[in-house]
Every structure is written in structure tokens, then in C-alpha cells.
């Protein structure tokens, strides 16, 4: 069964200061990788994608990937309590292209002011 | 402008009656489909259309029916509710293809059976 680990939280951050988000997943396949963020009562919204090894950036968001450890990494640099919400790791399988994606069960962050 | 709408926002009704629920995305993407998320926040994929024609049909009840008229459209239509059956349900859609993937999210239909 292809699996999408995450620690659940809740992740405690001070403002400013960065935070981490971790997930692992079981499919080497897999070759699309997503991070959601969901607010609480909301629905889930697209922050990143990343698609090969290495790192990508956008504004304070950073992925990281790392295939052969079956990896993805979020980091949000200068914290803020706005970015307090539920993180979900998002892996695609392969058998489905990116149309079928498997989701974690999400890290809870609090942004601590 | 919202780009994934889905109605209703609330639903509640008693076991064993039948309801439905439409979503309409004005991104003029391929693809929609329909989650389930439960009230342990796990999301999981129910059904996924591409083009009107069904692609992915996960183990979900047969009283799940998707029906997709046109491919900015994917309704879903559930028969006999149980309890457990509560949840909230999202419609999604996005662009096949390997440079797609991205789903955008309507804004959820909290459904309550009693």
C-alpha cells in the first residue's frame, strides 16, 4: 500500500524563525511531489511543487527533494503567524501520471508571536 | 470569479436518504474529481474525470455515483446515507498531463448524516 508519512504535529514555531516540514513516502516511482496548505475550515491550497532532486524556492517557501531517500522537505523561512494552518505532503502515483495523489496526513503549525 | 464552486456548503440530513452535490470550476481544466476528507483530516481520492470520462475510480461504495455532463461539471450523488458517510467532501480539478498535478480545491461541502 503506497503510503505518505508525515509527523503530525503540532509543530511550534516562533515568529520569524524557520520552520521545517517533513514527509516520506513509500513509491519510488513517484515522481511528482506537492505541498497543500490548509487553513482550519478551509480547503486545501497549493503552495509548492517540485519535481526533481535538489531544492526550490519560491518567496519564504522552500521544497527540498531527495529521491533516493524517498524525502520531501517544506521550509518556511521569517515565520509568521499567517502561515499558522495544517501542511499536507502530497506524492503522485505512478500508475496514474499526477491525475491520482496520495496525501498525508497533514503537520499542524503554530506560528508562536 | 471563483475558480472551484460547490454546492452546498452545508449539508445535513437523516440516514438512509439520498442527496447530491455540484461542482462547477471555471479554470477550463481537463480533469476534476472528488475527495473525502474525514474527521481525522486524512484526504483521499473518491473518483477523478477526465474529460468526462472516468480515469480513476477508487474503492468508494457503489452508492457513490459521479456523473460529469460536461468536463467543467462533476456532480456526485450519494444513495442510502450512513453515519459514516459524514465528512467533508471536496470537488478539485486541475490540467492532465505530466506538467499538471496541482489541484485547486473548491471550498468543501460539510455533509452530517444523522
Known amino acids: 500500500q503506497k503510503e505518505v508519512e508525515q509527523n503530525s504535529g503540532p509543530l511550534s514555531v516562533p515568529e520569524g524563525a524557520i520552520a521545517s516540514l517533513n514527509c516520506t513516502y513509500s513509491d519510488r516511482g513517484s515522481q511528482s511531489f506537492f505541498w497543500y496548505r490548509q487553513y482550519s475550515g478551509k480547503s486545501p491550497e497549493l503552495i509548492m511543487s517540485i519535481y526533481s532532486n535538489g531544492d526550490k524556492e519560491d518567496g519564504r517557501f522552500t521544497a527540498q527533494l531527495n529521491k533516493a531517500s524517498q524525502y520531501v522537505s517544506l521550509l518556511i523561512r521569517d515565520s509568521q503567524p499567517s502561515d499558522s494552518a495544517t501542511y499536507l505532503c502530497?506524492?503522485?502515483?505512478?500508475?496514474?501520471?499526477?491525475?491520482?495523489?496520495?496525501f498525508g496526513t497533514g503537520t499542524r503549525l503554530t506560528i508562536i508571536p | 470569479d471563483t475558480a472551484v464552486s460547490q454546492t452546498p456548503k452545508y449539508l445535513v440530513t437523516q440516514m438512509g436518504n439520498d442527496k447530491s452535490i455540484k461542482c462547477e470550476q471555471n479554470l477550463g481544466h481537463d480533469t476534476m474529481y472528488w475527495y473525502k476528507q474525514d474527521s481525522k483530516k486524512f484526504l483521499k481520492i473518491m473518483f477523478s474525470y477526465n474529460n468526462k470520462e472516468l480515469i480513476i475510480n477508487e474503492t468508494v461504495p457503489n452508492r457513490f455515483s459521479p456523473k460529469s455532463p460536461d468536463k467543467a461539471h462533476l456532480n456526485l450523488h450519494i444513495n442510502s446515507l450512513e453515519l459514516g458517510d459524514s465528512a467533508v467532501y471536496f470537488c478539485?480539478?486541475?490540467?492532465?498531463?505530466?506538467?499538471?498535478?496541482?489541484?485547486?480545491f473548491g471550498p468543501g461541502t460539510r455533509l452530517t448524516v444523522l
Open positions: 502530497a506524492v503522485n502515483d505512478p500508475n496514474f501520471g499526477n491525475e491520482k495523489l496520495t
Open positions: 478539485a480539478s486541475s490540467v492532465s498531463g505530466t506538467s499538471g498535478g496541482g489541484k485547486f
